[in-house]
């Protein structure tokens, strides 16, 4: 009986195991890997799994038109060029044996396909601790600015959309260490739409979450100093450089039209079309 009270206050390997992953998975950064390139998503509550999701399947459906020649399966290249070649005589048979019995012809294909190897997508979804917020990664080859904006510009033009847990897509055109230097270096390394602009106007939006380290004012004095010849525009500038800390990771993007495109909230474009933003107030940085 004793014996039974003193276990109960015991913690089991069990629930050992399960404290030390828990915490172990709320250390890892978010998931955030430094290089990595991809999505930030925002999604309604408790709905995180399915505008994930859906995301996926609306990036894959506009990489496909926008960029036919890029496979939207990860490795697959070889497999691909294969399976095309099995296909093409594989129509042919059908031509010649059209007379065969249908039934058979039927579970053989069902076969076939049961066989192929499940196919990997090259959008990886990466799930975080914290509600309303996922990542989703991507090989570097796709340009997530030029795609995220076609579908915002597409969104609200059209007034139509696929998605339905989902906000923000924020593209993600690297991720970096949280300190200053890191940053610094990062957004120069991406800058060039700024660079190759002299005349465009830019305004930074930082965003610290769960990072005593580092501020908000830290980042825009030092990105001001470092952009210093171009003016800042804080209601409509032509670029604005995103940079959000979670925990140890930041993710950086240097995106356009931020404020005509609503901060790219998909379903606020759906809703009200491009923003209007309030005329243009440069100031100079110092
Ligand atoms: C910033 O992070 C990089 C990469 O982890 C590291 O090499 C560098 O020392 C850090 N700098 C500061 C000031 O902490
Ligand atoms: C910047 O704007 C000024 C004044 O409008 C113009 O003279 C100059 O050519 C522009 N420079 C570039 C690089 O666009
Ligand atoms: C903040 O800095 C301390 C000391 O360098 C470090 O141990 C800690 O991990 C940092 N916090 C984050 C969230 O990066
Ligand atoms: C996105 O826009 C909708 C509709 O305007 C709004 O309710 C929602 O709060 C916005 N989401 C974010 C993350 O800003």
């Not at 010649?96 to 979804?125: G, N």
């Not at 995103?242 to 606020?268: A, H, Q």
């Amino acid at each position: 009986m004793s014996n039974k009270r003193v276990n109960d206050s015991v913690p089991s390997d069990r629930q050992k195991k399960k404290s030390y992953f828990k915490s172990k998975a709320i250390q890892a950064g978010m998931g955030l890997v430094v290089g990595m390139t991809g999505f930030y998503i925002t999604s309604e509550k408790g709905r995180e799994r399915k505008s994930v999701k859906e995301v996926i399947s609306l990036l894959s459906k506009n990489v496909e038109k926008m960029y036919p020649e890029q496979s939207i399966y990860a490795d697959q290249k070889e497999t691909d060029q294969k399976e095309t070649v099995k296909d093409e005589t594989a129509k042919d048979e059908k031509k010649e044996k059209k007379t065969l019995d249908s039934i058979e012809d039927m579970v053989k294909a069902e076969l076939e396909e049961m066989k192929k190897p499940k196919r990997r997508s090259i959008f990886e979804p990466i799930y975080t601790s914290m509600a309303c917020v996922s990542f989703i990664s991507c090989p570097k080859s796709i340009n997530v600015v030029d795609l995220i904006k076609k579908i915002m510009v597409d969104t609200a033009t059209e007034r139509k959309k696929d998605t339905r847990y989902t906000s923000r897509i924020v593209p993600i055109q690297t991720t970096c260490p949280a300190n200053l230097s890191s940053i610094s270096e990062s957004v120069k390394a991406i800058g060039s739409p700024l660079v190759d602009f002299p005349n465009s106007t830019f305004m930074v939006v930082a965003k610290i979450r769960n990072n005593g380290n580092i501020t908000k004012e830290e980042i825009t004095t030092s990105l001001g100093t470092m952009f210093s010849s171009h003016k800042v525009d804080l209601n409509n500038p032509d670029f604005s450089i995103i940079v959000e800390v979670f925990r140890g990771n930041c993710i950086i993007s240097i995106l356009p039209d931020y404020m005509k495109l609503r901060k790219y909230n998909v379903t606020s474009l759906f809703s009200d079309g491009f923003a209007q933003p309030k005329p243009s107030v440069n100031e100079k940085t110092e």
